[in-house]
């Protein structure tokens, strides 16, 4: 009784103020519809871990409430926005690469409760983490990876976050629970992804070329491919001194995995690894290493950005070897601020890094002739 005399006090001294009065539940907050259109914005472009940067700019004249967002993909960003009815509960409208894309609102892809569905949309050789309750703080009890086919007994939401019963197709039905945007009607194709075509080239007469679940020959194989298959690049970094690209299959599934760069061809003839090409690549140690090296090639005028993923308090060492006088390079911090000005290649870097992400080293050619040389970098 005490309680619902507060709140009869509370709705009239609002009243008395001029404040409009929304009662309990009537509005989902700002956050909530920043959360849910960055997860859909993950979503549509098949990015679980991409960072994003989103803004609430406010109720149009019409009630709706307008989101806009930019996520930052690996070699680019894309941006996209989020419509919100009156109440701010139920997205109405989600917009990406030009287009109203409303396939991808988070209601119009909630499997049905008891429908089969499928695990989509890790990252390659991540496994979905099956928790015994509708969250992160719940035991984790298994795990799934893509392509696994689950039945779904039911989502609901936990904060921001839509997470879903299911039952594993076992003998032994065991159950759990993961995050909805993991899940796919079975037989549904995911989204589509943007990148080059390019052709198998250069795999020996009767050989195939393995596809891998990761960027080197440490990770499992997943498919194979022959000479002049057609399949859509979406990304290459360095592995050891070998450069791999993820790719996608032009199939209904659209199946991804990793190959060796060296046989990929661009359509139209130009090798996916051309030296006069300007790229931007990862760099990634091997488990346990503090740092790589590897022989790289770069044409006349062109530049590579290393990504290179490192913390606060870390030593840097960049040391380009056999580059020549006509190759120069810089760093920059992951704010974008920069490291270490234009020097030139013989120049050895060595420096304590005071910000943690990526890091970019940016490396350039101002000679008219290609130029290989040799790398080694760590981050210690």
């Not at 287009?99 to 979905?128: K, W």
């Not at 790589?292 to 044409?299: A, K, R, S, V």
Request: proline share 4%; net charge positive.
């Amino acid at each position: 009784m005490r309680q619902l005399q507060k709140l009869l006090e509370a709705i009239v001294l609002s009243l008395l103020a001029g404040v409009s009065w929304v009662g309990p539940g009537a509005a989902q907050s700002t956050d909530f519809m920043l959360n849910e259109c960055s997860s859909a914005g993950q979503t549509y472009f098949r990015d679980f871990n991409a960072r994003t940067d989103m803004r609430y700019n406010g109720q149009r004249t019409d009630g709706t409430h307008a989101i806009n967002g930019r996520i930052y993909l690996e070699t680019r960003y894309e941006d996209f926005a989020c419509s919100y009815e009156r109440g701010g509960r139920r997205m109405v409208e989600f917009f990406a690469e030009g287009r109203v894309r409303n396939a991808y609102l988070p209601d119009a892809g909630t499997p049905s409760e008891g429908s089969v569905v499928q695990v989509t949309g890790l990252s390659a050789g991540d496994r979905l983490n099956l928790r015994a309750g509708p969250g992160t703080s719940y035991a984790r009890v298994g795990a799934l990876s893509n392509g696994s086919s689950v039945r779904n007994l039911g989502c609901r939401m936990q904060g921001s976050t839509r997470w879903c019963q299911v039952e594993l197709m076992t003998n032994r039905r065991e159950r759990g629970w993961v995050a909805g945007r993991y899940l796919t009607l079975a037989g549904a194709a995911p989204p589509p992804a943007s990148g080059p075509l390019v052709r198998v080239t250069g795999v020996p007469t009767n050989d195939v070329l393995n596809v891998r679940a990761g960027p080197g020959t440490s990770y499992r194989i997943v498919g194979a491919l022959g000479n002049g298959a057609q399949v859509r690049e979406l990304g290459c970094e360095m592995q050891g001194a070998a450069r791999w690209c993820q790719i996608e299959m032009l199939t209904d599934m659209r199946e991804r995995g990793w190959v060796n760069a060296r046989y990929l061809l661009r359509e139209g003839g130009q090798a996916t690894q051309l030296p006069s090409a300007s790229r931007m690549q990862r760099i990634r140690f091997q488990p346990g290493a503090s740092g790589t090296e590897f022989t790289d090639d770069l044409g006349p005028g062109a530049t590579v950005t290393y990504l290179l993923g490192a913390r606060n308090g870390q030593l840097l060492t960049v040391e380009l070897i056999g580059a020549g006088p006509n190759v120069y390079y810089r760093i920059f911090n992951p704010d974008g601020s920069e490291l270490l000005g234009a020097v030139n290649a013989a120049q050895v870097y060595r420096g304590q890094l005071w910000q943690s992400g990526d890091h970019k080293i940016e490396v350039t050619n101002r000679g008219s002739r290609v130029q290989p040389y040799s790398a080694l970098i760590s981050a210690r």
